[in-house]
């Protein structure tokens, strides 16, 4: 079998998980879908809706345009270049170095809304006093 992707889309996918440290079970759990949906994605078999499309972006702290369009469009949020910098919160190193459980937690969490962010950061203190 061929891994390599068969479009743009699906080799920004498989690089995005690689730089991720993801396996495709721990992006397709966070999707709410099967790993061998999520393959096809990746694979360039099938193309995902605008609305999955949004969740991957999310999950992986990119623009929707940079998934959408071509490489010199990407976007983030926070910088992995900057991971040596003194005044980076966490490097970005400890964040792709996540045990499967914390990349699910994580990449759920980028999928929420800002109101149910709030609302789960709440009830998240709440339960740790």
């Given at each position: 079998?061929?891994?390599?992707?068969?479009?743009p889309?699906?080799?920004?996918l498989l690089n995005?998980r690689?730089?991720?440290?993801?396996?495709?079970?721990?992006?397709?759990?966070?999707?709410g879908?099967?790993r061998t949906?999520?393959?096809?994605?990746?694979?360039?078999?099938?193309?995902?809706?605008?609305?999955?499309?949004?969740?991957?972006?999310?999950?992986y702290?990119?623009g929707?345009e940079?998934?959408?369009?071509?490489?010199?469009?990407?976007?983030r949020?926070?910088?992995p270049?900057?991971?040596?910098?003194?005044?980076?919160?966490?490097?970005?190193?400890?964040?792709?170095?996540?045990?499967?459980?914390?990349k699910?937690?994580?990449?759920?969490?980028?999928?929420?809304?800002?109101?149910?962010?709030?609302e789960f950061?709440?009830?998240?203190?709440k339960?740790?006093?």
């Amino acid at each position: 079998m061929n891994n390599s992707s068969n479009t743009p889309l699906g080799k920004k996918l498989l690089n995005l998980r690689k730089e991720y440290k993801m396996t495709q079970d721990d992006v397709a759990k966070i999707l709410g879908m099967s790993r061998t949906s999520f393959s096809k994605y990746e694979n360039g078999i099938a193309n995902p809706p605008l609305q999955v499309l949004r969740k991957i972006a999310a999950i992986y702290n990119v623009g929707l345009e940079y998934l959408i369009f071509d490489e010199n469009t990407l976007i983030r949020l926070n910088d992995p270049q900057n991971e040596d910098d003194e005044n980076a919160e966490v490097p970005f190193s400890k964040i792709t170095d996540l045990k499967p459980i914390e990349k699910e937690i994580i990449g759920r969490f980028r999928t929420l809304s800002d109101e149910e962010k709030a609302e789960f950061i709440e009830q998240f203190m709440k339960n740790d006093k």
